[in-house]
DNA sequence: AATTCATATGAAGTACTATTCATATGTTTG
DNA sequence: CAAACATATGAATAGTACTTCATATGAATT
């Protein structure tokens, strides 16, 4: 493996940065982190997160602007979940990393 | 290695939500990754990011305040690199992650 | 010690964003 | 079809944050 070159282009630090960004509030990443691991219906988002459904739709939207999270309607609710394997393990990994950081001091 | 939980606390969301906060700008995001393999001066950075000495320090003065980089005085120039190894590993991570799922599509 | 270079700080303005409340759209059930 | 439920949208507000410009601090050199 070559070394790693973390150089970037300008257009790239903003969509990198605009996906952090995105992570970067807490009400959306506590969201984005539970319906990460399975498909959640936006009610029950809002439940977990203690967060008001009109909230938690108004963050979903930008999250799936952003091609983070995937809406599937299923009768009455909508669930939404990782956009792909991909976005869950990039986002799964990126929290876990952080977690150990964290928990180490 | 036990199943991954992705639940956390609002303590924990918010502190990780800061992290990702500060990643989330995209001249934030370019300085980093300047002074992340090694340690840059100031004006050298604003060199590299086309950024100005001023924006620069304002930024490298919220990236230390969270401990994310480490400032060293050598001379008349000051010095900022990665806090800790587990830093650089954790930014040069997400940053490469990001990076593969930017170039599937 | 005065000047010059490098970095830091402070104030100000502009723009953006998270949240709330009210309302609308869409779906099922009676 | 009306009522009830789930989600989405729009407007308004309040707080925050990026950037710039001016100025200050700190270090080296002559």
Redesign the pocket.
């Known amino acids: 493996m070559a070394k790693r070159s973390l150089s970037i282009s300008d257009d790239q630090a903003i969509e990198l940065a605009e996906m952090f960004?995105?992570m970067?509030?807490?009400?959306?990443l506590k969201i984005v982190l539970t319906c990460l691991s399975k498909p959640r219906?936006?009610?029950?988002?809002?439940t977990a997160t203690k967060?008001?459904?009109?909230?938690?739709?108004?963050?979903?939207?930008?999250l799936?602007a952003a091609r983070m999270l995937r809406?599937e309607?299923?009768?009455?609710?909508?669930?939404?979940g990782a956009a792909d394997e991909h976005v869950r393990c990039v986002i799964a990994d990126m929290v876990a990393h952080v977690r150990e950081t964290d928990s180490e001091t």
């Open positions: 960004r995105l970067g509030d807490a009400s959306r219906c936006v009610s029950d988002i809002a967060l008001s459904p009109s909230l938690v739709s108004h963050h979903l939207r930008l799936r809406a309607r299923q009768g009455k609710q909508v669930y939404y």
